[in-house]
């Protein structure tokens, strides 16, 4: 009776401890600007930008030699070979092992050769990037916006997500989906299919229902592996966040990839530069989960790198006809 009171009051302790450190794991010491101050920063530092070769060779390095992204960034027959294991990133203990299925569905390298505009020479063993145009979540490119954010796309996000809450699950009609797809022409369909578990069935519905139409769409898997190793190159700089956003993502791809990098829409604040109320994405208003992501850290750590001139930050309105890259 005694010891097990005695237990009792240890695991009241061990409960304690560990919820202090996850209430300093969120809420680290060091206190982030309050949106104001980031926004006067910004004022202040206007339009001036100066690219810095030392910085942008910095960044590629570090980020090779953590995530390697030419090799890791989506799921290929040479990285993920049959039998393999791959590990959910975004899940405690979850994996998926290879087999014949999915195997046949992941991107041979070498067919495939994606690069930035302004690429580096890539390894003939690695899959390239040939684009300047990523963007994020199946944006809407309709009439009203193409002013602001172009067309031109040469990868496009896609969350499983959106597939469940968009198309259904694609449990049923597929024609809205491909329908709907066509806007992104020939691009790259980037989804992290084995990022959760709920996530890999809808991920390789909509992989079956592109192939299935002959899109012109090309479907890679992100490899969990990288956005891993992305995650913790980021957490070791600051940004703590359950898991980090898509554009940063991308973000840390085009670093590791490209010669030079600009960022478009990336502003997580609820006033613009003029202190007018703007919207949080461009087509709509629906925020993150709270505890999910840490949009305002990211925003530091992107412009900390712009300050540095390692990318380049668009954050007052856009030009027509560009896109992110
Ligand atoms: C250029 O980048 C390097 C590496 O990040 C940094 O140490 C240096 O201060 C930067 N130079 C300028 C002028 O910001
Ligand atoms: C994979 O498919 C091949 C031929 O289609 C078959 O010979 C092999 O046994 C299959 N392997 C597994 C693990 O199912
Ligand atoms: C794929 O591209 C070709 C050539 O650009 C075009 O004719 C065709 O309609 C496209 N297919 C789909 C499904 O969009």
Known sequence: MLVRCYRGKLSVWAALCVLVL??????????????????????????????????????????????????????????????????????????????NETYSLFVQVGSHIIICSNNLKGKPTAIRILSSSFRCNLPPLSKEYVDDVGTRTHLVTANPSIIEKRFQNLLWSRKEFVDSMKVYGSSYIYMPAFSMKPGTDPSLRAYYALADSSSNLTMLFANPEFLRTVGKFWKARGVHAKRLSTGLFLVSLALGLCEEVTAYGFWPFSVGLDEQPISHHYY??????????????????????????????????CPPQEGKS
Request: with cysteine; hydrophobic share 35%; glycine share 6%.
């Open 22 to 99: 996850c209430w300093f794991y969120i809420f680290p010491v060091y206190r982030l600007p309050r949106d104001k101050e980031i926004v006067e920063e910004v004022l202040r530092q206007g339009e001036d930008w100066q690219r810095n070769q030392t910085g942008i060779d910095l960044y590629r390095f570090l980020l090779t030699d953590c995530c390697d992204p030419q090799r890791m960034f989506a799921v290929t027959k040479e990285n993920s070979p049959m039998g393999k294991v791959l590990w959910y990133d975004g899940e405690f203990y979850h994996s998926h092992t290879v087999n």
């Open 284 to 317: 709509d208003n629906i925020l993150p989960y709270k505890w999910f992501h840490a949009m305002p850290e990211e925003f530091v750590q992107l412009w900390h790198l712009h300050k540095s001139g390692t990318l380049r930050m668009k954050v007052g309105s």
